[in-house]
Antibody, heavy 112, light 110 residues
């Protein structure tokens, strides 16, 4: 069974940091590029970052560029998102996703 | 970043057919094709199709996707009450180097 399970969300203060993880099982993780997508409360979906299968290429949305870092460990079948300098507007549910599979999401709340 | 265009709402009757549209440009929908996601209130998005007409095995055949030029479409036949949800389209944009999403269409089954 294909599973993408995000973790690491929670409450962070403005200016703080969090590291999200996405544990993958049921498919050959190292064959797939991966993405992080977020959804603010009551809002639509927003793509925030991409990483190629071998980590050679990374892209970021302007809204997170310079603050967020995407990475992966193919040996551990895991995807990561390091979030720094968090802002109130980063409050959202964060999903990891490949082209054909999505996780269940983890909630990040940025508030003092 | 520029997004894809979806009608905010569509209303159809039970057992009818609904066709949802998603308009982009030659850098996204017209190039790489589109994906469709269904989201019920309070739940994560569920992928219905990707690269235009690839449907995961666990998705009902009542859902079919297609593309014509820069416009992608999702057709849902035999509408059921459980089809009432928000539907989002997405596509890889080669000029932005990222996914772009539509604003979502709220489908109401009356």
């Amino acid at each position: 069974e294909v599973q993408l399970v995000e973790s690491g969300g929670g409450l962070a203060q403005p200016g703080g940091s969090l590291r999200l993880s996405c544990a993958v099982s049921g498919f050959t993780f190292s064959d797939y590029s991966m993405n992080w997508v977020r959804q603010a409360p009551g809002k639509g979906l927003e793509w925030i970052s991409y990483i190629s299968s071998r980590s050679s290429t990374k892209y970021y949305a302007d809204s997170v560029k310079g603050r967020f870092t995407i990475s992966r460990d193919n040996a551990q079948n895991s995807l990561y998102l390091l979030m720094k300098s968090l802002r109130d507007e980063d409050t959202a549910v964060y999903y990891c996703a490949s082209e054909d599979r999505w996780g269940q999401g983890t909630l990040v709340t940025v508030s003092s | 970043q520029a997004g894809l265009t979806q009608p905010p709402s569509v209303s159809k009757g039970l057992r009818q057919t609904a066709t949802l549209t998603c308009t982009g440009n030659s850098n996204n929908v017209g190039n790489q094709g589109a994906a469709w996601l269904q989201q019920h209130q309070g739940h994560p998005p569920k992928l219905l199709s990707y690269r235009n007409d690839n449907r995961p095995s666990w998705i009902s055949e009542r859902f079919s996707a297609s593309r014509s030029g820069n416009t992608a479409s999702l057709t849902i036949t035999g509408l059921q009450p459980e089809d009432e949800a928000d539907y989002y389209c997405s596509a890889w944009d080669s000029s932005l180097s990222g996914w772009v999403f539509g604003g979502g269409t709220k489908l109401t089954v009356v």
